[in-house]
């Protein structure tokens, strides 16, 4: 094997100190590359630009992706060029691992380096091989040394390799495991489940334009679901807009990496270790803490952690002083969760005849390493829906790992969570209309607050009643008037479900009472959205009509007593409506102030004359 000559700090050293590029007719492809290419010159001349890797809600600087720069000095054009080359010369591992070498030579040389990981792409080509980068470390020396290899997936991994295997071996040398790019190549579910790894990093292609594609949404948020049910976190690639920032936020990613946070960097002086425009995104976010966020505070249970180094001689004596615990946390020195420890799995050890002298025999190992099981881990402030879904996964069976700004905060445990469930069924129970089973008055009061602290969509805010109601109720009976309902709140339900798919929107319905009734919209096409609630009300007055007997529907109308007691004749059921538009930015009221839903109430009020009384039965009215 040829092996680059390092330096003590594991940068590659050159015959001639002062050179810094390499020929390019020594760089061109084909039978000019081999051994006697002056790959060392190559490495020297290149550097290390850091992409930090930033908690979504607190801000606080997780990590760093190194990424190549200087390519013009060495001949070749990309980071892939040049390993390819490698490769066909037969450097490629010498050629990896001394870039490795030289991005943690950087990395510890920042203040506070410990603090935050470092993110190393590994060519896929070396998974599995013998003369693999961190294959063989003495896991004394690496532990906690904050690595993350990322297993780059732009090409295939060997064919016979067996992923499973060949991941523990770099877990072993004390490294985490990210799948890059997630999405695209050959990043699929088949690498998930087999590296079963640390960070899955979503491609770009899905995080771009995530605000305004309901498919990217509904693609991420079963991603993020399915990820923390198996302990995984998530990193978005490439975020570049406060909406796209926002939206991988609440569909549960964990990180985001881009560059509206930050571009990378070449000067890695004065790196911070929180990023202030995060900050200022969250404090600009109107929304309130939602009350499954708040409840879940309450109840977590926060068990004392174990760091990941101690012994466990000290873990005996943890569940010696708290007879009741069944689990520990273990995290690391940061406070960052690693995963639990179950009192069970010690008890073959406890129970055997020499367990005791077994566990505290540090020549047999007296890290906990071997004990930690991987847990589902949790924002405090992920939607009760996702903590559920979460908590499906087998392993979450001893409970979740709740964190909050990225740090432990706490375990909830199965009971704890059927609490929460329970009540929040029970408000949902006491909240729905009976008859429809629509989000009632609370759950339709909510989205029109959400709707107005979310001004990185447009959104649409309707508002639909049935015309002349009382006197087909008076007339045709109340089981009718019930038929009627039901027949709107089906057309509404099946509208608001297919919103996505439709017209790239998310849409709620609800039902107010009586036959009033509620569609909120945000995002889509405006011109698109009013179309289609326009539609929605032409289908249901033809629907309507197979609620009359032929005579009725023949003459158009039927003859009932108005309000006042006197009888007229009123033409056949129809839907009217009045949209609130509300465009993307801060509206205001026309005082200066922020639109409130009193504010959207009162125009809605305003015009409901006009919407019964137009041709297509709705009115918009803009809020802006």
Request: net charge negative; glycine share 10%; hydrophobic share 40%.
């Amino acid at each position: 094997m040829t092996v680059l000559t390092t330096t003590k700090a594991g940068r590659p050293e050159t015959d001639r100190p002062d050179t810094h590029g390499v020929s390019r007719d020594a760089a061109r492809s084909g039978a000019g590359i081999g051994a006697e290419f002056d790959w060392a010159s190559a490495v020297a001349a290149l550097r290390y630009a850091f992409q930090p890797i930033v908690q979504l809600r607190s801000g606080r600087c997780h990590g760093y992706e190194a990424l190549l720069r200087g390519f013009e000095r060495t001949g070749f054009t990309t980071a892939a060029e040049l390993l390819d080359e490698a490769e066909t010369a037969g450097m490629l591992a010498t050629v990896e691992t001394a870039l490795h070498a030289k991005a943690v030579a950087a990395y510890r040389a920042l203040a506070g380096w410990s603090e935050a990981k470092l993110f190393l792409n590994l060519d896929a080509r070396l998974i599995g091989r013998a003369d693999s980068p961190w294959i063989g470390r003495d896991p004394a020396t690496s532990r906690n040394s904050g690595i993350v290899l990322e297993l780059s997936e732009n090409r295939p991994v060997a064919a016979g390799v067996a992923m499973d295997a060949a991941v523990e071996r770099y877990r072993q040398s004390g490294a985490c495991i990210a799948i890059d790019d997630f999405g695209v190549g050959h990043s699929g579910l088949r690498t998930l489940y087999e590296a079963r790894p640390d960070y899955v990093k979503i491609d770009r292609f899905f995080i771009a334009g995530i605000d305004a594609d309901a498919r990217k949404r509904a693609l991420v948020s079963a991603l993020a679901g399915h990820a923390h049910a198996l302990g995984i976190q998530i990193v978005a690639e490439g975020v570049e807009t406060v909406t796209e920032f926002y939206t991988c936020r609440d569909l549960g990613c964990d990180f985001a990496q881009g560059f509206l946070i930050a571009r990378p960097r070449v000067d890695l002086t004065g790196l911070p270790n929180r990023y202030p425009i995060v900050e200022e995104l969250n404090r600009r976010d109107r929304r309130q803490p939602s009350e499954s966020h708040r409840r879940l505070s309450e109840v977590i249970e926060r068990l004392p952690p174990l760091r990941g180094d101690s012994r466990k001689t000290e873990l005996l004596d943890y569940f010696r002083g708290d007879g009741s615990a069944s689990i520990v946390p273990i995290v690391d020195e940061h406070d960052r969760p690693l995963g639990l420890i179950r009192e069970r799995d010690l008890k073959r050890f406890v129970y055997s005849r020499f367990g005791g002298e077994l566990l505290r025999n540090r020549g047999l190992g007296d890290r906990l390493d071997d004990l930690v099981i991987r847990s589902p881990v949790c924002d405090i402030s992920t939607p009760l829906d996702r903590v559920i879904e979460a908590f499906s996964a087998e392993s979450a069976a001893d409970g979740i790992v709740i964190v909050e700004g990225g740090a432990y905060a706490g375990v909830l445990s199965g009971g704890a969570l059927l609490r929460l469930v329970h009540e929040r069924n029970l408000a949902m129970a006491t909240d729905q209309n009976p008859l429809t089973r629509l989000p009632g008055n609370a759950a339709i009061q909510r989205h029109i607050e959400a709707a107005l602290a979310d001004d990185g969509r447009g959104h649409v805010l309707a508002y639909l009643d049935f015309d002349n109601f009382k006197p087909f109720n008076d007339n045709f009976g109340f089981r009718q008037g019930d038929r009627a309902i039901l027949m709107f709140s089906e057309r509404l339900k099946a509208w608001a479900g297919s919103a996505g798919a439709a017209i790239d929107a998310d849409a709620f319905a609800g039902h107010i009472g009586g036959d009033d009734f509620f569609l909120g919209v945000s995002g889509g096409e405006e011109v698109e959205v009013l179309a289609r609630l326009a539609e929605l009300l032409a289908l249901f007055r033809s629907d309507a009509e197979s609620l009359y007997d032929a005579e009725t529907r023949v003459s158009g109308g039927f003859l009932a007593k108005d309000r006042y007691g006197a009888v007229r004749r009123f033409p056949l059921l129809a839907a009217s409506g009045v949209a609130v538009v509300i465009p993307p930015g801060r509206p205001l009221d026309g005082k200066g102030g922020s639109l409130t839903p009193d504010a959207v109430n009162a125009a809605i009020a305003d015009h409901k004359a006009a919407a019964k009384g137009a041709e297509d039965k709705l009115c918009v009215v803009r809020l802006a």
